[in-house]
């Protein structure tokens, strides 16, 4: 069954450095994701993307942050700065349409962590 | 705004028993509802939806959700759980007219021998 990757399992940071965090979305989807989940926290809705255009943002996506595609299989976000509140577990997801019928699947996560 | 509650953050139970997760959610006006559940170093995976039609929704490994306009919940049911349902529980809301998902806190579900 296709699954959303993402890369790597683990970053450790210092504060300060950038970073970039790597998804490969499920080949035939069109539109893609980011969420964020601080320990503890709820899982929160970054930014979704579609066409090479951000199509919804949320308050926590400020300058510090973007996101590419850089060729036709990943799907990066970068953070340029990192906080230490930036400490958190980073999901990609994916899904064909937008439309309701075609849920969003998700990818296993990246921690990050900011020292 | 949309906000979704998932009152427990905990809930063991014993196998074979049956299991209530709990999930309100704020605003009804044309919403689409999930249950996602998380194992142990694992992505989130889709468990049911609803979208519209009949309020009850069953997955393929025994959960059923029932939305419920009026109280707006979907609460997530397992009439006899397995040790193999420990995980996490998520309940999700979108709203229509938009991308995303607004998730819940999560439920740990553990399932005791």
């Known amino acids: 069954e296709p699954e959303v990757t993402q890369t790597p399992s683990h970053q450790v940071t210092q504060m300060g450095q950038e970073v970039i965090l790597r998804c490969v979305p499920i080949s035939n989807h069109l539109y893609f994701y980011w969420y964020r989940q601080i320990l503890g926290q709820k899982v929160e809705f970054l930014v979704s993307f579609y066409n090479n255009e951000i199509s919804e943002k949320s308050e926590i996506f400020d300058d510090q942050f973007s996101v590419e595609r850089p060729d036709g299989s990943n799907f990066t976000l970068k953070i340029r700065s990192t906080k230490l509140e930036d400490s958190a577990m980073y999901f990609c997801?994916?899904?064909?349409?937008?439309?309701?019928?075609?849920?969003?699947?998700f990818g296993p996560g990246t921690r990050l962590t900011v020292t | 705004a949309q906000s979704v509650t998932q009152l427990d953050s905990q809930v063991p139970v014993f196998e074979e028993a049956p299991v209530e997760l709990r999930c309100n959610y704020s605003s009804s006006v044309s919403v689409y509802l999930f249950w996602y559940v998380q194992y142990p170093n694992q992505g989130l995976q889709l468990l049911l939806k609803y979208l519209s039609g009949s309020t009850l929704v069953e997955s393929i490994n025994g959960f059923e959700a029932e939305f419920n306009k009026s109280q707006t919940s979907f609460h997530l049911r397992k009439p006899s759980v397995h040790i193999s349902d420990t995980a996490e529980y998520f309940c999700?809301?979108?709203?229509?007219?938009?991308?995303?998902?607004?998730f819940g806190t999560g439920t740990r579900l553990k399932v005791l021998a």
């Open positions: 999700a809301v979108r709203n229509s007219g938009t991308y995303k998902y607004i």
């Open positions: 997801a994916s899904s064909e349409r937008a439309l309701a019928g075609f849920e969003q699947y």
